[in-house]
């Protein structure tokens, strides 16, 4: 299997501009996780699906965030308008689901944002 | 999910053991322990994971005291690949998010 997928491997934008970061997950995995990763604040839960439904989006930063997962192969992050402080690296993750004491998650390269 | 605590850093030598250790004194007698690293501009990945008994995979061991406050990952054999920083976490899947909770983790650094 290729693993999560996530693209682009990097994403240079300018304040105001829409962003959308994509990922696919491994085939058969019924959940999908979106993380943020910064210096500051370490690696940090945004959202995860069950089945392609949002289960959890409290850790959401705010409204310019949102993110769909339209099929069992493909979610978006999408930021609009972004700005300079959601500058991060953000990292999909994929698992079977159905038993989250002992779940193994597995993640993608990331993408990295830079907002100029 | 409960708190765990790590040193911030290590250091060892190549070709010898290494034990990492975590604390996790609030620990729930239903929470398991896993363990994941990430590489150098990588995303984090899975090591190990455990619920009372000590665990043996091919990447690791993981040794959980008695008590299960504390327990301790252990790779026998640490080669330069194996620089990272590792993250101990507890899982209850309680009713809780699914998502992982990461703390500081310990940055272990491997000396040729």
């Known amino acids: 299997d290729a693993g999560v997928i996530q693209s682009p491997r990097h994403e240079v934008t300018e304040m105001g501009q829409e962003v959308t970061l994509r990922c696919k997950p491994i085939?058969?995995?019924?959940?999908l996780f979106w993380y943020r990763q910064t210096m500051m604040r370490g690696l940090e839960l945004l959202i995860y699906?069950?089945?392609?439904?949002?289960?959890?989006d409290s850790g959401m930063p705010e409204d310019r965030f949102s993110a769909k997962m339209p099929n069992a192969s493909f979610s978006t992050l999408k930021i609009q308008p972004s700005e300079p402080r959601d500058s991060a690296v953000y990292f999909c993750?994929?698992?079977?689901?159905?038993?989250?004491?002992?779940?193994?998650?597995?993640f993608g390269p990331g993408t990295r944002l830079t907002v100029l | 999910d409960a708190k765990t605590t790590q040193p911030n850093s290590m250091e060892s030598n190549e070709e010898e053991p290494v034990h990492l250790p975590c604390n996790h004194s609030?620990?729930?007698?239903?929470?398991?322990i896993h363990w994941y690293r990430q590489l150098p501009s990588q995303g984090p990945e899975y090591v190990i994971h455990?619920?009372?008994s000590n665990v043996n995979n091919r990447m690791a061991s993981l040794a959980i005291a008695e008590d299960r406050k504390s327990s301790t990952l252990i790779l026998h054999r640490a080669t330069l690949r194996d620089a990272a920083v590792y993250y101990c976490?507890?899982?209850?899947?309680?009713?809780?998010?699914?998502?992982?909770?990461f703390g500081k983790g310990t940055h272990l650094i491997i000396q040729p």
């Open positions: 993750a994929s698992s079977l689901g159905g038993a989250p004491r002992t779940d193994t998650q597995y």
């Open positions: 085939s058969g995995h019924n959940s």
């Open positions: 699906f069950n089945n392609n439904v949002p289960i959890d």
């Open positions: 609030t620990i729930s007698g239903t929470d398991y």
């Open positions: 455990g619920l009372t």
């Open positions: 976490i507890l899982r209850d899947g309680g009713g809780g998010a699914d998502g992982l909770t």
